[in-house]
């Protein structure tokens, strides 16, 4: 089948643009490397030295012999898309490609507000592209569990029956997201919903949950296939962090009392998801919703979990509670359905069972590039903005503070009359360069 | 009070703006004459002529001595909200700035983004601004009926307590929006009630039915005073369009069979919903929703009684079906809430009582003005964009078809290497100057 993987270059659009080339499709790849930029921007590296999407691309096919093409352009580009998918003409699109944090989204104003334009208009430019160039191409969305938020009862597969007053109806299950990020996800699935009714298109929309996971079959047949992965406190999910925070010997840090439930799954869960979907496409004008999950953990049992695991391998790890960054509920009901995808022949890898080798023996081999200064959370939900600047910036880790504070000179001299003398801070001593990232060098195979 | 209008150049904002400040509030509006320009852009001039802003907030002072601040700038731009409302500080924000109309977001692709980019973007700096500079202060968002659609359950105000598998929770009612107009104010209605939880911000939400009506007292007062009434298939509602097709002696025009229902209310008790929502603000913290109208009709008896009560003027007039443009259900239940505003202290003006006077009198006399080719529906809610242009260009009416076949000519021209010699397509003869919208001269007395 000819699949287009939207958001080729990330933690999950490579190794699932792998997974499907690898099972004898025609695999395309769009990225436009902006979250590349915002990685630089806020100064978090992924762990693990991660090629350019061309460098991959290029070994994926002297390794395996698969070609897997690529197009460089941005979503928010209508004449873009349309030539894109006019041109590859995909039967399935896979959506991977949006702003994927809701630290990133709470950060101030500007991120927030980019973080729905950008992912509204990405998602609406790829729906116009459909409905004129490939109205029966399926879409393949990746939405999140998030968009539900933490109701009071069970959470059901996108829609929901409800009757009232002596009547009934079929509705979209109503959503209480948590973040702008999670709320964008939101304004994409009502959009989506839509177009698919209006224009017959037909999408399956997969709310994730939290996805943890390093490996995949395709990232460990060389290491310069390794994917993405992130740790630090705006692009690392927390069960990725808290892996990182026990081999670096530094306490895993919780938010809260750390009750909150959230729903995960593995990374190779993710991509046997996709498949499923690709493999069982909907009707034309049907809009479907799979909640893509495998299992749900407090916070607190997850950490447990990490630690015990972790003492193992000979890493003593603690537990510390933070005060919650986010406003959310810590207590409360979560009972959320997944049975379409297990319907449809999902086998969960079970956290158990992937943990210490999958992750933990992984990440350790990396150990070396932990920058403790990056794990911590840095955005408030519900901080003030003012004269002393966007959240991110007055919660900076102890490195970025030194260079913030010559910033900050540099600003005051400027404002006080520098004039054309305008002059940059220097560069912090003994900050690597964040081009550090995407240093070619072999990294040691993952297991 | 001091209370900002936002939109305050539009068909509501500007009756709301002078319907205020004749109560005594300290009143200021912003307004980028984006509408404006989307009039020039697809040939809908209003009827009755519009002066500009600055000239009606001009008229206004020497006619009642009360004074509107006036600020030019677009909600789009940071900076300018942040500092309009921090030099203002107002009490309350009514919020009408936002694209207005369901035919104008499914024209195409750039219109569909644009309204969605620009309301949410708007409605989120207002917000982030508000959690900056006035924290206190009460948002009075105008949202839609249509955000609900046609459920088939009775529509609450705003939210629904759910029991299901014997737990309840209380949600915001599913929304089944039917645009992307409408999908914008779901976003906002979203947006809007997770800022008030994360930020303590006060907000109403006013999810108001079709506006009718072209005279309020403050209109009224002077024939320069008047605000912008739109007939045609692009901004016009369908009452107000209605009324003008009686007066023209055209055909009533319904979208299928009219059996569609919808609720309406007057443009006097949208003014009133307004002051009522703002002399009884929420909580901090608080979201709430109004359903803003007095009464529901079909198309179709909204028709018949136009059609009645216009031939009591000596009109005679017949209703037209139109295959149905708009993707919607013709038959379905429909009963919507509204006691909220009731309880308030609304007072309806209900559609028998005003129509004759308030409407059909008040159109007559710009009867001269009304351009009939400008009345049709020219926007397809599920057509196919392609080679022929978008949409609204390839049902053009007769005038504006004779301008788009010499683009086309033009367009050709240049394709085929017409070169530097770019020859732009000269004006349609008789074709009337799109400024005429904006002549000033005294327009006769509404009544």
């Known amino acids: 089948m000819r699949i287009l993987v939207l958001g080729g270059d990330g933690y999950l659009g490579w190794p699932a643009a792998m997974y499907l080339s690898a099972r004898d499709h025609d695999v395309a790849v769009i990225d436009n490397f902006l979250k590349r930029r915002w990685e630089l921007e806020l100064n978090a590296q992924p762990l693990i030295p991660t090629s350019t999407l061309q460098k991959r691309v290029q070994v994926w096919e002297e390794v395996t012999n698969h070609h897997i093409s690529c197009a460089i352009g941005d979503l928010c580009d209508y004449e873009f898309v349309r030539t894109a998918l006019g041109r590859f003409r995909p039967e399935a699109i896979v959506h991977f490609g949006e702003q ?11 991120r927030s507000v980019l973080t729905e334009v ?10 116009w592209a459909m409905h004129e160039v490939v109205p029966s191409a399926h879409l393949v969305k990746l939405g999140s569990m998030g968009e539900y938020g933490t109701p009071n009862i069970d959470i059901e597969e996108g829609f929901i029956e409800i009757e009232y007053h002596g009547r009934k109806g079929v509705f979209p299950f109503p959503k209480q997201p948590l973040s702008f990020y999670h709320l964008s996800k939101v304004h994409d699935s009502h959009n989506i919903m839509f177009a698919c009714g209006v224009w017959k298109l037909r999408s399956t929309d997969l709310h994730q949950g939290i996805v943890y996971g390093v490996a995949t079959d395709e990232t460990e047949c060389d290491a310069r296939l390794a994917t993405s992965f992130h740790y630090d406190g705006i692009f690392g999910t927390s069960l990725n962090r808290f892996c990182v925070q026990a081999v670096a010997g530094v306490p895993l840090t919780l938010y809260g009392s750390g009750s909150q439930t959230r729903p995960f799954l593995n990374i190779r869960d993710t991509l046997r998801s996709v498949e499923l979907a690709i493999l069982n496409p909907p009707q ?3 809009y479907r919703v799979f909640n893509q999950f495998t299992e749900t953990f407090s916070i607190l049992e997850l950490a447990e979990t990490v630690r015990s695991q972790a003492e193992k391998l000979g890493c003593a790890a603690t537990i510390e509670h933070l005060p919650n960054p986010r406003v959310e509920e810590e207590e409360h009901h979560y009972c959320p359905r997944h049975q379409k995808l297990l319907g449809l022949g999902l086998e969960p ?9 999958s992750m933990l023996v992984a990440i350790r081999n990396h150990a070396h590039r932990v920058r403790r200064e990056s794990i911590l959370p840095r955005v408030q939900w519900d901080s003030t903005p003012g004269m002393a600047g966007p959240a991110i910036e007055t919660r900076q880790s102890e490195l970025s503070a030194v260079s913030m504070s010559r910033f900050s000179e540099w600003v005051l001299q400027r404002d006080v009359g520098g004039g054309a003398g305008m002059r940059f801070p220097p560069t912090a001593d003994g900050e690597k360069l ?11 195979k993952a297991d």
């Open 349 to 357: 890898h079970l956290l158990s069972d992937v943990l210490v080798d």
């Open 434 to 444: 964040a081009a550090d990232g995407l240093e070619e060098k072999a990294a040691p």
């Open 100 to 110: 994927p944090s809701a630290p990133f989204s709470m950060v101030d104003q500007r």
């Open 118 to 127: 950008n992912n509204i208009t990405g998602t609406l430019n790829v729906l």
């Open 284 to 286: 034309a004008g049907e």
